[in-house]
């Protein structure tokens, strides 16, 4: 599959191209992701790489949790360039990406994200089916109710962490890897008619 995926959930945006067996990675700083000049970004990334939109055939989009400014631009942009150029589009969030190299692997995977110096939690089975709601959690819950489980944190957010977490046994601090979304979107585990912001209380 040859694909462009688009996060700016945070305030180091970046862009992901996969064509063939070669990909391609450009980091969008927090002024450059935004809404209008956001659009000329992905222009300017492919005119750099000698890629022609016909030569994707699906865009992946995150939804967040995150800026909702970014995020709510970078849906604009991506479902704008899907109907313009008819891509399929799939919206994924960091919880289920900073698991899928587990799939399969573990029988209960618990994904938490910092946002807003506070911590959220979802959980998933060993397929990645979700097994929870996000809910808001405490760093006293986290030590006390999660140690001995199977925890990820996406590394792009981990310094939002205290030391007390990252220091928990069963933790893993994943790269979000934006190949495993092919796989994600194989199993079936990805959003494609309701891509939507995913917000946070």
């Known amino acids: 599959?040859?694909?462009?995926?688009?996060?700016?959930?945070?305030?180091?945006?970046?862009?992901?191209?996969?064509?063939?067996?070669?990909?391609?990675?450009?980091?969008?700083?927090?002024?450059?992701?935004?809404?209008?000049?956001?659009?000329?970004?992905?222009?300017?990334?492919?005119?750099?790489?000698?890629?022609?939109?016909?030569?994707?055939?699906?865009?992946?989009?995150?939804?967040?949790?995150?800026?909702?400014?970014?995020?709510?631009?970078?849906?604009?942009?991506?479902?704008?360039?899907?109907?313009?150029r008819n891509l399929n589009l799939f919206g994924y969030n960091t919880f289920i990406l900073s698991c899928s190299k587990f799939f399969g692997k573990k029988d209960f995977i618990f994904s938490i994200v910092s946002f807003r110096e506070k911590y959220f939690i979802k959980k998933f089975d060993r397929n990645l089916k979700s097994a929870s709601n996000v809910k808001k959690i405490e760093e006293n819950e986290i030590i006390e109710k999660y140690y001995d489980k199977f925890k990820v944190i996406p590394k792009n957010c981990a310094k939002y962490f205290s030391n007390k977490i990252l220091e928990l046994n069963h933790l893993s601090v994943v790269d979000l890897d934006h190949q495993e979304l092919e796989v994600l979107q194989l199993h079936g585990l990805l959003d494609k008619d309701s891509i939507k912001p995913l917000y946070l209380s």
Do not use: H, W, Y
Request: glycine share 8%; charged share 20%; proline share 1%.
């Open 1 to 84: 599959m040859n694909f462009l995926s688009m996060d700016c959930s945070t305030n180091t945006g970046s862009l992901f191209i996969k064509i063939k067996n070669k990909t391609f990675n450009k980091i969008l700083q927090s002024d450059k992701s935004s809404n209008d000049l956001l659009m000329q970004q992905i222009i300017d990334f492919f005119e750099e790489k000698n890629i022609k939109f016909n030569e994707i055939s699906t865009i992946f989009v995150n939804q967040g949790p995150g800026s909702f400014s970014g995020i709510r631009g970078a849906l604009a942009t991506a479902k704008g360039v899907s109907l313009a």
